[in-house]
């Protein structure tokens, strides 16, 4: 791996830089888990397309500019440098726009990649069941064939940007009677179509950007399936890799929350513990450390790699970083800072982001399911259970 930046790499980092510096709202926006908020962060997803920075990896036929990893990585550090607001649409670009560009036809490709690149239809995750959350394999919602449409009953819960959202993803049993990954089939919808139900999630801060979604005999499309029938497991696995790996949580956007903490620590001056002062060390190091890390890894999949099993020691990493560094920051700021209606808007960025830190190790497949991989594939240890 080669850390110096050719000179074609840095003059694609100052045109970012430039771009955002134009174009950056000013402020915060409103917390994408209401609606204003939402409303918002829509918004900014069409500015960025007007800009060609949907998705830069994507070719250019899909609303990308055909960039390479490293390319992405140093527009994401051109990003989250510049204060841009999260991305509404997260759940499109990186999770299921690489899983259609890797199992989706050439007409899924053309009718689903070009509209989520520019922010005109924003896409919910519905993974989740009542009783199949980290277990996604308890799947019972089901999808019943009916000449060139299926019809969809069931209950997916915790699915992110669905309260809002214009489409869904998700895993449905098609096979009568099939266990656990058997018989399964990934199927998109419109969330607007007759018989969906969405039914808004109050989280722990009061916001609603989750929704539980009620299926009762919802039509739809077999050309909306990726993959074959039956083939939802392997699509859906390769989903989550993606959703593990590298582009759902950039190196760039623990680095900036790393700067701002020891900006923090700083303007606190001496009233910061040893302790405290230590922790923010260790997040300093500990974001360049999976910055490195990606580096690394994204040299070795241009090179023809993967990352395979491995996904999963990013995910436990840069969500107990994530954890760590907000836990910090409250640490530092004091009792007061959880007073989330009084705080000021720095302050309060805080609360929130240690809000949604504690989620990390839950959502993408929880911390206790990566290490179980870990073990079994990446160390070679027996299943748990296995005699």
């Not at 997260?90 to 009718?111: H, S, V, W, Y």
């Not at 209950?155 to 009677?177: C, I, N």
């Not at 040893?274 to 090179?303: C, D, F």
Request: hydrophobic content about 45%; glycine content about 10%.
């Amino acid at each position: 791996m080669d850390l110096a930046y050719t000179p074609e790499q840095q003059a694609f980092r100052a045109e970012v830089r430039e771009w955002m510096a134009a174009n950056v709202p000013v402020g915060a926006l409103v917390t994408l888990e209401r609606e204003d908020g939402y409303r918002q962060h829509v918004a900014w997803e069409r500015r960025l397309a007007s800009g060609n920075w949907g998705m830069v990896t994507w070719p250019e036929a899909y609303g990308g500019r055909g960039l390479d990893l490293i390319q992405w990585l140093i527009f994401e550090e051109e990003y989250w440098r510049a204060g841009a607001p999260n991305r509404a649409n997260q759940n499109g670009i990186f999770l299921l726009g690489p899983t259609i560009m890797e199992f989706g036809t050439d007409e899924q490709k053309a009718r689903f990649l070009t509209p989520m690149a520019k922010g005109e239809v924003i896409w919910a995750q519905a993974w989740s069941e009542p009783g199949a959350g980290s277990d996604m394999a308890a799947i019972a919602s089901r999808a019943v064939r009916d000449g060139d449409h299926y019809v969809l009953t069931g209950q997916k819960t915790w699915s992110s940007r669905a309260a809002y959202a214009d489409w869904g993803f998700g895993l449905f049993r098609t096979e009568e009677g099939s266990k656990r990954h058997k018989g399964l089939s990934f199927l998109l919808f419109d969330l607007n179509a007759p018989g969906i139900t969405r039914r808004p999630i109050r989280q722990l801060h009061g916001d609603t950007g989750f929704a539980e979604l009620f299926f009762d005999e919802v039509r739809v499309p077999v050309a909306n399936r990726i993959s074959g029938e039956g083939e939802g497991w392997n699509v859906a696995m390769a989903t989550a890799g993606f959703e593990r790996g590298l582009m759902l949580r950039s190196p760039a956007r623990f680095q900036a929350t790393a700067a701002r903490l020891v900006e923090l620590c700083r303007a606190q001056g001496s009233r910061v513990s040893p302790g405290a002062r230590e922790a923010v060390s260790a997040a300093w190091k500990g974001a360049q450390a999976y910055a490195y890390n990606t580096y690394m890894v994204a040299s070795r999949i241009i090179a023809g790699g993967h990352i395979g099993a491995e996904a999963s020691l990013n995910k436990i990493f840069w969500s107990e970083l994530d954890r760590a560094m907000h836990r910090t920051a409250m640490q530092i700021l004091g009792a007061a800072a959880e007073l989330r209606h009084f705080a000021d808007g720095e302050v309060n960025a805080w609360l929130e982001g240690y809000i949604f830190s504690l989620s990390g190790p839950i959502y993408a497949g929880s911390n206790e399911i990566q290490r179980n991989i870990i073990a079994e594939r990446l160390l070679g240890l027996p299943r748990q259970g296995a005699g």
